[in-house]
């Protein structure tokens, strides 16, 4: 059975999303390997490099991961910061916070802290970070144009918004490929792997239905950012948008 997405009110689109990784979040990690056959990590990898969070300085470079979920994304920007980074992860659902937490204790890492929030109503002053991060999140916010502007509230005038999220394949043929594997292979490796067909349903409409590049691209300056640019990462599979707030 398919979620139906196209007919749900924007609420329930969000109770919807929230079931899904309530769901998956124990299994979340291991799933995104198997799902992407480990190009996750290249990808994030790409972004955190992109994002280059300095490794020293007076005060900490402060980021806000939004949809940071288990934390595999602030994990790496500490890691590259050499621990001048402080991250905060602001994730909508306790689950995926939950297993972030245990993450980042069994680590040691302690300049990591994980809140419980909306990202189109984030609880952070105005002007408060030095970068937004937001990772395979943005395309399960049900307003992302509300989002958006949330990105832009929170940032430092010079601050930088970095998106990472599935976008449109720009190869002839490997689109078609691509195709075959999200709507036939897909589900069917949830339903085997993961025991939960639906979730990997939604993951596959999810990605259908997110603007592409330059859609997405002309959303990001709607909500105020300069000089926004986006990187194809894998032919297209997903794509990595920044821009900064001046
Ligand atoms: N960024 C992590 C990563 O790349 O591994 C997690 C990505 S996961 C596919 C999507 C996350 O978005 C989930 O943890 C989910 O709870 C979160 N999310 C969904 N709607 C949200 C919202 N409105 N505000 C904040 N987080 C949200």
């Known amino acids: 059975a398919s979620f139906g997405f196209r007919d749900v009110t924007l609420d329930a689109k969000q109770d919807m999303v929230d079931e899904v990784f309530h769901r998956v979040a124990s299994r979340y990690d291991v799933m995104n390997d198997v799902m992407s056959a480990g190009l ?48 905060t992860v602001a994730d909508i659902n306790a689950s995926m916070l939950g297993v972030g937490r245990e993450r980042a204790e069994k680590r040691g890492i302690r300049t990591v802290d994980f809140v419980e929030a909306n990202a189109e109503a984030l609880p952070f002053e105005d002007g408060r970070f030095d970068a937004y991060t937001i990772a395979f999140g943005i395309r399960n916010v049900p307003r992302i144009d509300v989002a ?55 993951l596959v409409e999810s990605i259908r239905r997110f603007p592409n590049q330059e859609r997405f691209k002309a959303m990001i300056e709607d909500a105020g950012f300069s000089r926004v640019t986006y990187t194809n990462l894998t032919m297209g599979v997903a794509a990595l948008h920044v821009g900064v707030k001046i």
């Open 148 to 202: 958006l502007s949330e990105a832009y509230r929170v940032l430092k005038p010079g601050g930088r918004f970095l998106c990472l999220e599935f976008s449109a394949v720009d190869v002839p043929l490997v689109d078609k490929v691509y195709d075959l594997y999200s709507f036939n292979v897909i589900p069917v490796m949830g339903r085997l792997v993961a025991k939960d067909e639906d979730s990997y349903r939604y």
């Open 40 to 87: 996750h990590r290249v990808w994030k990898d790409a972004m955190v490099s992109r994002l280059a969070p300095p490794r020293s300085g007076r005060r900490p470079f402060e980021v806000v991961d939004v949809a940071g979920g288990t934390g595999d994304i602030a994990f790496r920007i500490v890691e590259r910061s050499d621990g001048k980074a402080r991250v």
